[in-house]
């Protein structure tokens, strides 16, 4: 039996926690990842950030990690992703965003959601996929919606990060 992406990240963040046990910025972030493909040649990793977290992008998962308490304060981190994926979901939504997941580790929580490919420009590409009541939902409750914050899954845009704060996703 195939293990399902979940699976696989707790293992990788089993592996990875030893290189960011310790870290407290998105450049500790960084560079803890670049000791871990040091040691793991064979690993394609990606990293990316934003002001309130760090992603690591493999072939089908991405792990985030939460690393700035103001801006999660401010705009949302992976907690309210959690809880506005449920919301979403409540309202028939949840086919717009990739479903993501928390686990504790360590010190840590880690936000994962299946990797979702393809960047493209929002207005231009997205806008033609949704139709009225999907579009509205998107604009009465995302604000950062921009070409890396969703991709393509089976010829549909998901939204990839809708971290907002929670009292703007209720």
């Known amino acids: 039996?195939?293990?399902s992406y979940k699976i696989r990240a707790i293992r990788f963040i089993e592996k990875l926690y030893p290189y960011i046990e310790n870290c407290d910025d998105m450049w500790d972030y960084r560079k803890a990842l670049a000791h871990f493909k040091y040691d793991n040649p064979h690993r394609n990793i990606r990293f990316a950030y934003g002001i309130s977290r760090v992603a690591f992008i493999t072939s089908d998962y991405v792990?985030?990690?939460?690393?700035?308490?103001?801006e999660i304060d401010r705009i949302g981190g992976g907690n309210s992703e959690e809880q506005f994926y449920a919301f979403a979901k409540q309202r028939g939504y949840a086919h717009l965003l990739a479903e993501v997941s928390s686990?504790?580790?360590?010190?840590?929580?880690?936000?994962?959601?299946?990797?979702?490919?393809?960047?493209?420009?929002?207005?231009?590409?997205v806008q033609w996929f949704l139709n009225e009541d999907d579009r509205d939902f998107v604009d009465d409750y995302l604000f950062d919606m921009h070409?890396?914050?969703?991709?393509?899954?089976?010829?549909?845009?998901v939204i990839v990060d809708y971290?907002?704060?929670v009292l703007t996703c209720s």
Do not use: Q, S
Not at 63 to 70: A, N, R
Not at 104 to 124: C, H, L, Q, W
């Open 63 to 70: 792990v985030k990690i939460d690393y700035d308490p103001e």
């Open 163 to 165: 971290a907002c704060n």
């Open 147 to 157: 070409n890396l914050n969703y991709g393509w899954k089976n010829g549909y845009p």
């Open 1 to 3: 039996m195939k293990n």
């Open 103 to 125: 686990f504790a580790y360590g010190t840590k929580v880690f936000y994962v959601m299946p990797r979702i490919n393809g960047i493209g420009k929002y207005e231009d590409d």
